[in-house]
Nanobody, 118 residues
Framework: QVQLVESGGGSVQAGGSLKLSCAASGYLFSSCGMGWYRQAAGKERELVSSITSGGTIESADSVKGRFTISRDFAKATLYLQMNSLKTEDTAVYYC????????????WGQGTQVTVSS
């Protein structure tokens, strides 16, 4: 059974940083592309960043230069380092696995709340 468990969300002031983690299990972590989505209240879900099994990264323009996606194969964990956070980054952040930036993903985590205050 595939499980994706996010952690690291919380509340931070604008300009601050958070690092999200997504612990994966139940499938071959190294063979799947992974990504981070977010959904703000009243808005559509947005793909924030993705990384292929080979390490190719795609990111939304709104987070380029501020957010960094990475993965640790030994720990089967996906990360999202978020710096210079803005109030508009406030959302529920979801980890996704087995897919790509252009095709979407099959498996989803339960989400973790990130709240950025001014």
């Amino acid at each position: 059974q595939v499980q994706l468990v996010e952690s690291g969300g919380g509340s931070v002031q604008a300009g601050g940083s958070l690092k999200l983690s997504c612990a994966a299990s139940g499938y071959l972590f190294s063979s799947c592309g992974m990504g981070w989505y977010r959904q703000a209240a009243g808005k559509e879900r947005e793909l924030v960043s993705s990384i292929t099994s080979g390490g190719t990264i795609e990111s939304a323009d709104s987070v380029k230069g501020r957010f960094t996606i990475s993965r640790d194969f030994a720990k089967a964990t996906l990360y999202l380092q978020m710096n210079s956070l803005k109030t508009e980054d406030t959302a529920v952040y979801y980890c996704a696995a087995c897919g790509s930036w252009y095709r979407g993903f099959i498996y989803w985590g339960q989400g973790t709340q990130v709240t950025v205050s001014s």
